[in-house]
Structures are given as structure tokens and as C-alpha cells.
């Protein structure tokens, strides 16, 4: 594909912005996108090679991966007082240096685990995908 954005069809282009700048969409603007991708395959062809594998595979790669979204108790009701009576419970205080030592102590580790899971994620990708010469992207 041309660097060159000038030659790209309109809807193509807008499919690539909306892609880069926005992480969620909605239902209306997703199926529009669909229909674009599948209207130009020459510009979306990891999108036509995963639409090409069986459904099997996609099936066995979230079940591995997420095993989390195919457990019934994570629908059960949460119980308690409901989140005003829990901030009620906290004290407001001043913010000293140990508290922001303790929040960057936190977000490194959580960056950590975010690291650690994308790691096991494409790895679980390439165990499913590897074969159909389709590459891991976030």
C-alpha cells in the first residue's frame, strides 16, 4: 500500500483515522466500518485473512486467552451498600510524599502486570494464529 494517503478512497481513509484516534465505537459506527473494510479487501487484508479462519480457531484462541469470560458465577450479583455508603467510609487527608511514593509503587506494578499479560496474550495468539501467517497487533 501507497505511503502516500492522497490516493486512498475516502471512506477508506476515514476507516484508518477513526481506527488511530478513537478506542471505542458504537454499534451504528462499527458496522459502517465493517461494511468498508469489506467493500476494499486490498486495504484491510489482515482484516479479510482473520475473516478467513475458521470459527473454531477464533472460538479455541478466547477461551484460552480470556478463560475469565466463559465462567457463569461472573454474572452473580455483587452485594453490599453500593459505592456512596463506601466513599462515606473514607477520611479525606492531606497527600504526603509516602502516598505518592506508595500510588507510582502501584501503577508500576499494574504496568508490570499489563506487560506480562500482553506478553501471555501474543503468545497464546501465536499458538492459534502462527499457522494462518497472521501476526499479533494490539
Known amino acids: 500500500m501507497s505511503k502516500d494517503f492522497t490516493d486512498l478512497p475516502d471512506d477508506v481513509l476515514w476507516v484508518m483515522v477513526i481506527r488511530h484516534t478513537q478506542p471505542y465505537v458504537g454499534k451504528d459506527m462499527m458496522n ?3 461494511d468498508i473494510i469489506d467493500k ?3 486495504y ?3 482484516e ?3 475473516k478467513a479462519i475458521p470459527d473454531e480457531v477464533h472460538d479455541a ?3 484460552e486467552c480470556y478463560p475469565e469470560m466463559y465462567n457463569p458465577d461472573r454474572f452473580t450479583p455483587r452485594k453490599g451498600n453500593g459505592l456512596y455508603s463506601e ?3 473514607y477520611e479525606i487527608k492531606p497527600v504526603t510524599m509516602e502516598d505518592m511514593e506508595q500510588l507510582f509503587l502501584e501503577i ?3 504496568e508490570q502486570e499489563r506487560h506480562e499479560k500482553e506478553k501471555r496474550i501474543k503468545r497464546i495468539w ?3 494464529y502462527s499457522k494462518y501467517g497472521l501476526e499479533y497487533r494490539k
Open 48 to 50: 479479510h485473512k482473520y
Open 61 to 63: 484462541f478466547k477461551k
Open 44 to 46: 484491510f487484508q489482515w
Open 126 to 128: 501465536n499458538k492459534h
Open 32 to 34: 459502517k466500518m465493517l
Open 40 to 42: 476494499y479487501p486490498q
Open 87 to 89: 466513599i462515606k467510609k
Open 108 to 110: 508500576d506494578k499494574k
